[in-house]
């Protein structure tokens, strides 16, 4: 112990930055964030929103803390999807990254660049540009988290907008899992199982004889639903 009273050590210590993954849905194609490096290293190149950890801040908070200052987004909900420690991830030293997912509605998608982000924007998860350090990886391992995610919960739901129509529906499952569903299979299984509910369709669509039907996701029947397989 020193004089003052704080503990020394005679280990290095790692520096340790957040990496953030945002997701979101445009009805068409799974998009995620990416902002433009204002600084070297990878000046110019597109990377995941993040940076360095603060001395009194947790992980979690210092993730929300980058997205809100270089691109605006304060995602409701964050999940911590790995560590990722490459001896030679990073070219300033050794640094340790705790990478996030998290997840933007459709009329929660404006994004501004700030702090040191030369550009922000959304690219779709199929035509993603060269990512700076080893956020290739990151990407990946956030990927499987999302499939993950559509398995075990209702995260989908929280990528649609609150109301929605199954074609919709099916365009997100085939990004995010990366093949084609049956559209028969697919709606017929999601019809049977009470997650969705059917919402009226209010006067302009009931003059087009042809407007798909649409739902909203039912979070009771979604309960009942996961109760059923547990049994």
Known sequence: MSEKGTYTYSYWRPAVTVDNVVFSFDGTNLNVLLVR???????????FPGGFLEEHETLEEAARRELREETGLTPKHFIEIGTFSDLNRDPRGRTISV???????????????????GDARWFPSIQMPALAFDHEKIFRMAQW??????????????????????PEMQRLYTQVY???????????????????????????????????????FNEA????FKEKLLK
Not at 156 to 165: H, P, R, S, V, Y
Not at 221 to 224: C, H, K, L, P
């Open 37 to 47: 490096r204002g600084v070297e290293p990878y000046k110019d190149c597109w990377a």
């Open 221 to 224: 029947g979604y309960t009942q």
């Open 99 to 117: 990478a996030f997912a998290s997840v933007s509605r459709p009329n929660q998608i404006s994004v501004v660049a700030g702090d040191d982000a």
């Open 145 to 166: 988290k999302l499939r993950i995610g559509f398995t075990s919960g209702p995260v989908a739901f929280l990528l649609l907008n609150d109301i929605f129509t199954l």
């Open 178 to 216: 990366g093949r084609e569903f049956d559209r028969r299979n697919f709606q017929k299984k999601f019809l049977s199982s009470g997650i969705l509910s059917a919402v009226a369709q209010d006067d302009m669509d009931t003059k087009n004889a042809h407007a798909p039907i649409r739902y909203r």
